[in-house]
């Protein structure tokens, strides 16, 4: 995946943000993460590109499972694949018609309608393109991903002590045993989201990475302590979920998946940054 890879080099690690440099990578191991979050959010299966979950009134596409929302549509999570095709077609690659030509709108009304064309030529059509622009989609990941601490710090206010708190434990994270922290950060934004949006909360409680940030203590294991606080954060999103959500069904999954960051199957395999 060198296109990501060479992105991730030019947004990421040309420049320093707060006066602090993440750690660099090879692009093996964006590889690593590209293929990481394609098996947390599909199991690396072409079929699950695209899905549309029961209980939810959105399908979710691609690697990264990106939300479109249809005509008039308001929710508390944030749309992406509106932006992620505008990202595609603004480095050249063909969006299908049929999506250039929704002026943005998901054109199923409903979980029973998407998956009664799973096997129809549009779905089929968007399978294959997603699974053959995967490195794209890692490149819109990643850019993302470099607008995250940006965000939370302009949401989280002028206190001082706050933004120092989530600036440190950002880059505590990130070069946490060189490429997992940076796994870590960028699969959670891309998972749940940084935590600035005011409407992706539960009761006025957030779980995004900001509050992730906020609620942990670096010491002298950051990615443990950010897994314990991620955990801690999804547990009192799913008290907070309103009941016909029922997201106690996905919590253990959820768990599991930041259990990845510790545990990082393969980890041995691929080369690690000596910076």
Same mark, same amino acid.
């Given at each position: 995946?060198?296109?990501?890879?060479?992105?991730?080099?030019?947004?990421?690690?040309?420049?320093?943000?707060?006066?602090?440099?993440?750690?660099?990578?090879?692009?093996?191991?964006?590889?690593?993460?590209?293929?990481?979050?394609?098996?947390?959010?599909?199991?690396?299966?072409?079929?699950?590109?695209?899905?549309?979950?029961?209980?939810?009134?959105?399908?979710?596409?691609?690697?990264?499972?990106?939300?479109?929302?249809?005509?008039?549509?308001?929710?508390?999570?944030?749309?992406?694949?509106?932006?992620?095709?505008?990202?595609?077609?603004? #480095? +050249?690659?063909?969006?299908?018609?049929?999506?250039?030509?929704? *002026?943005? $709108? @998901?054109?199923?009304?409903?979980?029973?309608? =998407?998956?009664?064309?799973?096997?129809?030529?549009?779905?089929?059509?968007?399978?294959?393109?997603?699974?053959?622009?995967?490195?794209?989609?890692?490149?819109?990941?990643?850019?993302?991903?470099?607008?995250?601490?940006?965000?939370?710090?302009?949401?989280?206010?002028?206190?001082?002590?706050?933004?120092?708190?989530?600036?440190?434990?950002?880059?505590?994270?990130?070069?946490?045993?060189?490429?997992?922290?940076?796994?870590?950060?960028?699969?959670?934004?891309?998972?749940?989201?940084?935590?600035?949006?005011?409407?992706?909360?539960? #009761? +006025?409680?957030?779980?995004?990475?900001?509050?992730?940030?906020? *609620?942990? $203590? @670096?010491?002298?294991?950051?990615?443990?302590? =950010?897994?314990?606080?991620?955990?801690?954060?999804?547990?009192?999103?799913?008290?907070?979920?309103?009941?016909?959500?029922?997201?106690?069904?996905?919590?253990?999954?959820?768990?599991?998946?930041?259990?990845?960051?510790?545990?990082?199957?393969?980890?041995?395999?691929?080369?690690?940054?000596?910076?």
């Amino acid at each position: 995946m060198p296109g990501a890879a060479v992105l991730l080099a030019n947004l990421l690690f040309a420049s320093s943000i707060f006066g602090r440099d993440y750690p660099a990578l090879e692009p093996e191991q964006v590889n690593w993460i590209a293929d990481r979050i394609f098996a947390n959010e599909c199991n690396s299966k072409p079929e699950c590109l695209t899905s549309w979950n029961a209980g939810e009134d959105f399908p979710s596409l691609g690697i990264g499972h990106f939300i479109w929302y249809r005509q008039d549509q308001q929710d508390i999570f944030t749309e992406s694949f509106p932006d992620l095709m505008t990202f595609m077609a603004s #480095r +050249g690659i063909e969006i299908p018609r049929w999506i250039a030509s929704s *002026n943005g $709108d @998901a054109p199923w009304q409903n979980r029973e309608q =998407f998956q009664a064309e799973y096997h129809q030529e549009r779905l089929s059509e968007l399978r294959d393109f997603l699974l053959r622009h995967r490195q794209a989609q890692m490149a819109f990941i990643i850019q993302r991903f470099t607008a995250s601490l940006d965000a939370i710090l302009v949401e989280t206010g002028p206190e001082l002590e706050e933004k120092t708190r989530l600036e440190n434990n950002f880059y505590a994270v990130a070069n946490a045993q060189v490429p997992a922290g940076m796994y870590a950060l960028i699969d959670y934004v891309n998972f749940k989201g940084t935590g600035a949006s005011a409407t992706e909360s539960y #009761r +006025g409680q957030g779980w995004g990475l900001r509050q992730v940030l906020l *609620n942990m $203590d @670096a010491g002298p294991e950051p990615l443990a302590s =950010f897994v314990e606080s991620a955990k801690k954060m999804l547990t009192l999103r799913v008290a907070n979920a309103p009941e016909d959500r029922q997201e106690q069904r996905w919590l253990k999954g959820w768990q599991n998946r930041l259990d990845t960051y510790l545990e990082l199957p393969g980890l041995q395999d691929i080369p690690h940054s000596q910076d």
